[in-house]
């Protein structure tokens, strides 16, 4: 990959993503829905922007690309499973949410022993990136309701519906894919 340096500022960033989502459960427990949100809010933005840096100045790299989707993963499972517990969105949609990231790392895995060059060959899809943005943005709008009780539980409720439809949808797409590579590589084309 071009730039192939570790220490590059998308890197950077997506490091400090994976440290914040600790430090966002240990607000979140503690009952410090203000420091919780703002410390997602910043790990959200940790995402978006250390993509659209690795594009524009050409610092994309193979650990950077093998990080990025696991710092989304861990803050966001851990975000909708914190919400679950306390009862902010139902425990259906986190299943969903968590489920899909599963499926999806674990055919990854089967792709991979099965000899599938997986980095090379998946890239992250345009409805993918949707359900990432929509995921990030309804954990915010949770946390900023109930940091300053306010109540929208008509809003949520589609955020939820609409959320978990791109999860579903990212989610078959992915394992058509998956299914997809898999034939190709075994001659079942």
Not at 64 to 80: E, I, N, Q, R
Not at 125 to 141: D, P
Not at 179 to 189: H, N, Q, W
């Given at each position: ?157 589609a955020f939820v519906w609409i959320t978990g439809a791109a999860t579903v949808v990212s989610g078959v797409a992915y394992v058509r894919r998956g ?11």
């Open positions: 990959m071009p730039g192939d340096t570790i220490w590059t500022i998308p890197n950077i960033l997506t490091i400090l993503r994976i440290f914040l989502t600790p430090l966002f459960v240990m607000a979140y427990i503690s009952e410090n829905f203000n420091l919780a949100w703002i410390l997602f809010a910043i790990a959200g933005l940790t995402d978006a922007l250390d993509g659209f840096l690795a594009r524009i100045w050409n610092q994309r790299t193979q650990l950077g690309a093998m990080l990025d989707p696991l710092a989304d993963k861990a803050l966001l499972v851990t975000s909708f499973i914190c919400l679950a517990i306390k009862g902010w969105i139902p425990s259906g949609f986190t299943v969903l949410v968590v489920s899909r990231d599963v499926i999806i790392i674990g055919g990854l895995a089967v792709l991979s022993f099965w000899g599938v060059d997986v980095r090379s060959r998946i890239k992250p899809i345009w409805i993918s990136k949707m359900t990432t943005a929509a995921q990030i943005f309804l954990v915010i709008f949770v946390m900023i309701q109930r940091s300053f009780d306010l109540d929208f539980p008509g809003t949520t409720g299914f997809e590579l898999f034939s190709e590589e075994s001659g079942e084309v």
